[in-house]
Structure formats: structure tokens, C-alpha cells
């Protein structure tokens, strides 16, 4: 009888699965991390231990994952914001190549959110009021270099005002500092800030994309194009590794990842938590990766956006 060989692919996993988010607790990208987690042990047979590792929009958590040993033990989220850090000059690696995409979870447009009780019902009155009181208005992001910098960058590029930007550890620090008045809009995440929209607190101004978001609780908010402004920016949350993962054990994970976020549950908890599901495998998320770096390296070089950006990252 012929003995089977026993190989590292085999006891995969054995132990817990590091999972690094490269942005504070509370915002979009945590919260779909924590969901991953919940579902880790049916589908992979191993706890995913999340890991917030916050600062500079993200740079220091992807810097420690492609350095991270690649034995499928460390693994983490990935957001639009890789494709950008390059461009910038300020991450010491080129992360569309540096890290490998195992799939991607969901595809979802930046809008902008100001407090209910604030006196603009749409991007125009915000914009009048902006030059009726230049350097008077801040908003809120995520962090220096972020998509929702670029967004709000672009934004008052287009209608030749002044906002003066904001960052911060996380969108959920962000959000706080609206609820607080210490600034007077966001750009951000729907899944972040759905349910301060949803009790009243917040209101949606305008959404990045195409057309209008489904959820009920956005429905309403106009697209920026619809007033006006050829703005389209969004985050796609996937799923990377360090480069080099033995092909066994990537296989593996490949296949757990896929269980976990197209089980119909998480595909539910992903759609009430505010964010677009759109799952893609691998092949899919290497392509779409392709895609989306050419398309932000053209807008943010084209704009003009990513000069400033630099700036305000000295």
C-alpha cells in the first residue's frame, strides 16, 4: 500500500489566521473585517484574528503585509487606496504588484455627508454658502491620500471652491468629529455612516457614481453627475496576500474566501451594513486590480488632484 506523503497544504490552517486592516475600529473596512471573522471558522476551519494596524491612509498595515511571511498565516483587507500610496511617492512598495488579490467582496461609491440640521440640500447650497465664506468649510476623510481626500480634493477643485481637508485615523473618527461640529461634512463610506443617515442625524448630499445607490437608506441622494460634476470614485474591499504563498496552500484559502463571502448571510450582512456586494475570484480581482490602477493613475494625474495631494502629505 503506498504511504501518503503529508504536506504543508494539508495541515492548512493549523493554527489562527492573522487578518490585517490597515484602518482604525469602526470604519467600513473594520466592520466588513469583523464579518469575515464571524465566518472564518466554518469555512476555513481557523479563526481569523483581526488586526488594526491605522496610520498614513493605510500605508503602514499594507507595508506589514507584504513583508509578512507568506505561509496564508497573514493575510488582509485591501481597498482602492493601494493603487494610489504608489503614485504619491510616499510608500516604500508598489502594492498592485507587491501584493497578490485573493478576491474582492464589494464595489461601492464615496458619498458626501453633512449633518441634518445643516442648511444645504444638495451640492449647490453647499457650494454657494462656500463662496459666500471662503476658508470657512472642513471635511473629514480617512487619512491623507485616501479616496475620499481625492474625492473631496476633486470635488472642490470642480466647483472652484475652498474646503480645507481634514484626516484622520479612520472614517468612524471622521464621522465623529461631524457629529461634533468640529467639522461640516465627510466624505465617506455609505456602510460607515448608514446608520446616523437612517435615525436622522446625517443626510446625503450627493454619491460618486453612475447612478443612484439602491440601499433605502440612500435612495434618495442625488449623484454628483446629476448635479452637474463628472465625479466616479469608489472603494472596492477585497481580500490580499503577501506575494509567493506556496500555490497549495493559496488554493486553499482562494477556496475558503470564497465559501465565506458568497454564503447568502454575509452577502446579506454586506448589503444592510450599506456597501454594494460584488464578489469576484482571483482571475476577476487580478483584472479588475489592472483596471482600476490604470483608471485613478489617469484621474488624479489628469485632475491635477495628485499634486496636491503631495503637498499636503510633506
Known amino acids: 500500500m503506498q504511504r501518503k506523503v503529508t504536506t504543508m497544504a494539508d495541515k492548512y490552517p493549523s493554527r489562527p489566521i492573522t487578518f490585517i486592516v490597515p484602518f482604525g475600529a469602526g470604519g467600513a473596512m473594520d466592520l466588513v473585517a469583523r464579518m469575515l471573522e464571524k465566518a472564518a471558522v466554518k469555512h476555513l476551519g481557523q479563526p481569523l484574528v483581526v488586526v488594526n494596524k491605522p496610520g498614513s491612509a493605510g500605508i503602514l498595515g499594507w507595508n506589514e503585509l507584504v513583508t ?33 488579490p485573493l478576491a474582492q467582496i464589494s464595489s461601492t461609491p464615496v458619498i458626501l455627508v453633512v449633518k441634518a440640521s445643516s442648511p444645504w440640500q444638495n451640492a449647490s447650497d453647499l ?21 475620499p481626500n481625492v474625492v473631496g480634493e476633486t470635488f472642490s477643485k470642480s466647483a472652484n471652491i475652498a474646503l480645507n481637508q481634514v484626516p484622520f485615523r479612520s472614517a468612524a473618527e471622521a464621522v465623529t468629529a ?16 448608514k446608520e446616523h443617515v437612517k435615525s436622522g442625524m446625517l443626510k446625503t448630499l450627493a454619491v460618486a457614481d453612475i447612478d443612484r445607490l439602491v440601499d433605502p437608506a440612500f435612495s434618495n441622494a442625488p449623484t454628483f453627475k446629476e448635479q452637474g460634476f463628472e465625479l466616479f470614485y469608489g472603494n472596492q474591499f477585497g ?7 506556496p500555490a497549495e496552500i493559496r488554493a486553499q484559502l482562494i477556496k475558503g474566501l470564497e465559501a465565506m463571502i458568497t454564503d447568502p448571510e454575509f452577502k446579506k450582512g454586506i448589503e444592510v451594513m450599506g456597501l ?8 476577476q480581482t487580478q483584472e479588475q486590480w489592472i483596471c ?3 483608471k485613478l493613475t489617469k484621474t488624479v494625474q489628469e485632475s491635477g488632484v495628485i499634486d496636491l495631494i503631495k503637498s499636503q502629505k510633506q
Open 68 to 100: 509578512s511571511n507568506p505561509d496564508g498565516y497573514t493575510i488582509g483587507i485591501s481597498a482602492s487606496e493601494l493603487f494610489l500610496h504608489p503614485l504619491y511617492g510616499t510608500s516604500k512598495y508598489n502594492y498592485p504588484t507587491a501584493l497578490e
Open 127 to 147: 457650494i454657494n454658502y462656500a463662496k459666500e465664506h471662503p476658508g470657512e468649510l472642513k471635511f473629514g476623510h480617512s487619512g491623507v491620500g485616501s479616496i
Open 178 to 193: 461631524l457629529l461634533g461640529d468640529h467639522i461640516q461634512m465627510v466624505f465617506i463610506n455609505p456602510g460607515t455612516v
Open 239 to 245: 481580500v490580499a496576500a503577501p506575494k509567493e504563498i
Open 276 to 283: 454594494q456586494y460584488q464578489y469576484l475570484d482571483n482571475k
Open 292 to 294: 482600476e490602477n490604470k
